[in-house]
């Protein structure tokens, strides 16, 4: 075991704090520093700085998160004041110092680029800067703003604002089963109403809005009744959004960080292609990757710079089955990880690909705080140091059906007929296998 790897007695069941440049978090690799872009943009400038610093001062290693937000690894105690001054003169340092959210905001990555129902990114702008004058919202307070396209899936926010019509969205609140929608507003008025339920909420106390009891969720919504709110009675229903743009949507060249990783070289090369494009921006998604818009002539360049890119390691394809298999970085990199989760979460995906190609997701969790992913999958793996625990159609904190070795898992995986994944896994009992030899060709 490498000297250098922090080892944890038992990966806690509760994720860690909200890292930031100032108050980066230990891990396996050192210490994680997390950027928040703002509205997840940056210019080339900027992406080059990222680079420049997670070579500098870093081990070369960058994650993508899903609320599209930047992690730096392998940072140490004495390269931090460097990497804090270079980023805060690229324009990416911290915006508040009292531990509250560094980024309260997430939006499509195609937010302000074409004829939106609702300004998105206006809207997202005028949020945090209302949010950056109210203390004591918790650090993974998030606001979700949907409406511009390639909106985010399967992501826990604490406040929903979607898109209903021209210049009007609907107002919700998190539940542990879904969405409350409780009003109507006019677009210009949103931001107001949504810092009124974020100041009820700071002085709540709770970490998420899903965790409010129904009263203390129905007096933030009576809060509302001076912000110009057509209000009506909470409702857990679909709630239909407006769809994105009144003509064709603008150009652009979506890609993917495999497994959420980059390296160095990775953007490097990616700023190239934004200089080829012309690129006024990147944006980074929430699909643990890149946005790149592209007007004007260059727009016919696209497949060329997606083959090059495709050649320095970013996933390019739709049929990508990486795409559907989701992973941390795992051991040594995480000290909570017991097995080198990336690995075999590559192993994985190929022998996923019929599964992936009929809209299923499987994910690969280092430990069952499920970091990379912490809802549902078809198909999850949780590492338990050399086995796995499989889970069907759940998340990682759930209990496993079996405890299997990767080489058995896999095996499953490719003999299992599209639509049969769970029947290639057997009955529901959990059994210990601790080889790959007394599991593979075992009759079910």
Not at 140 to 145: D, E, N, S, Y
Not at 195 to 211: E, K, N, T, W, Y
Not at 427 to 437: D, F, G, T, V, Y
């Amino acid at each position: 075991m490498s000297a250098s790897r922090r080892v944890l007695p038992e990966a806690s069941s509760r994720r860690g704090w909200c890292p930031s440049l100032a108050r980066p978090m230990p891990t396996g690799d050192g210490l994680l520093a997390r950027i928040h872009p703002p509205l997840g943009i940056l210019t080339r400038a900027q992406l080059r700085a990222v680079a420049d610093a997670a070579r500098v001062f870093g081990n070369g290693h960058v994650d993508v998160t899903a609320r599209a937000n930047l992690q730096l690894r392998g940072v140490s105690e004495a390269t931090r004041p460097g990497l804090v001054a270079a980023l805060d003169a690229a324009g990416l340092g911290d915006v508040r110092a009292d531990g509250g959210p560094q980024r309260l905001t997430l939006t499509s990555p195609l937010a302000g680029l074409a004829g939106e129902a609702i300004d998105v990114a206006g809207i997202a702008r005028a949020i945090e800067a209302h949010g950056i004058a109210i203390a004591g919202l918790p650090p993974k307070t998030l606001v979700l703003i949907e409406g511009a396209g390639l909106d985010p899936a399967e992501i826990a926010a604490d406040i929903h604002v979607r898109a209903v019509g021209p210049g009007v969205a609907v107002l919700g609140l998190a539940e542990v089963s879904g969405v409350a929608w409780v009003g109507t507003w006019d677009a210009e008025r949103v931001a107001p109403a949504v810092a009124a339920l974020l100041s009820r909420f700071a002085a709540s106390g709770h970490r998420r809005v899903r965790d409010l009891s129904a009263d203390a969720r129905a007096e933030m919504v009576m809060a509302l009744s001076a912000n110009g709110a057509t209000l009506f009675p909470p409702s857990s229903g679909e709630v239909r959004g407006k769809g994105a743009f009144s003509g064709e949507a603008p150009p652009f060249l979506p890609i993917e960080a495999p497994f959420g990783r980059c390296t160095v070289a990775m953007l490097v090369r990616l700023a190239q292609v934004a200089d080829d494009l012309d690129a006024d921006d990147i944006r980074v998604s929430p699909t643990r990757g890149f946005v790149l818009p592209v007007r004007g002539p260059r727009s016919q360049c696209r497949c060329d710079a997606a083959a090059e890119l495709a050649a320095a390691g970013f996933v390019t394809a739709p049929d990508d089955p990486r795409r559907a298999v989701a992973t941390c970085p795992g051991a040594p990199a995480c000290a909570s990880g017991s097995t080198p989760t990336g690995a075999d979460a590559a192993r994985l995906a190929e022998a996923f690909r019929p599964f992936a190609a009929a809209g299923l997701t499987a994910h690969v969790s280092g430990c069952a705080k499920g970091c990379a992913h912490p809802g549902r999958a078809d198909l999850t793996l949780v590492a338990r140091a050399g086995t796995y625990g499989v889970v069907l159609d759940g998340a990682p904190g759930d209990a496993p059906a079996w405890e299997l070795t990767f080489d058995a898992a896999l095996e499953r995986v490719w003999r299992a007929k599209p639509g049969a994944l769970a029947q290639a896994f057997g009955p529901s009992s959990l059994r210990r296998q601790p080889s790959a030899e007394q599991t593979i060709g075992t009759t079910i």
